[in-house]
């Protein structure tokens, strides 16, 4: 089992900055990738971006270029840097880790709201 605690989510306004924390514990040895989602009112949720164990990261098309994903392997522990937030970065943010067993844990969320 692994247990993921998010924090880091807020109220910005556009053009602004906020990072994002997701602290894993538990079995968190056997983590391989870790990653956040998005899920944003009336969308689906997707993929913001994601890092492996070897620190090779993606993103998705809409936030390249802004956000960043890097990891602690010490700590556990996944960021997600964003910048030059836009009114459609505004979602519930969820932490993820998948597992070298297979094994997928998700955190609780954090809402992110972009707004003037």
């Known amino acids: 089992q692994v247990q993921l605690v998010e924090s880091g989510g807020g109220l910005v306004q556009p053009g602004g900055s906020l990072r994002l924390s997701c602290a894993a514990s538990?079995?968190?040895?056997?983590?391989?990738?870790m990653g956040w989602d998005r899920h944003a009112p009336g969308k689906q949720r997707e993929l913001a971006a994601r890092?492996?164990?070897?620190?090779?990261?993606a993103y998705a098309d809409s936030v390249k270029g802004r956000f960043t994903i890097s990891r602690d392997n010490a700590k556990n522990t996944v960021y997600l840097q964003m910048n030059i937030l836009k009114p459609e970065d505004t979602a519930v943010y969820y932490c993820?880790?998948?597992?070298?067993?297979?094994?997928?844990?998700w955190g609780q969320g954090t809402q992110v709201t972009v707004s003037s």
């Open positions: 993820y880790t998948l597992t070298r067993s297979g094994g997928t844990y």
């Open positions: 890092i492996n164990s070897y620190g090779t990261t």
């Open positions: 538990g079995s968190s040895f056997s983590i391989n990738a």
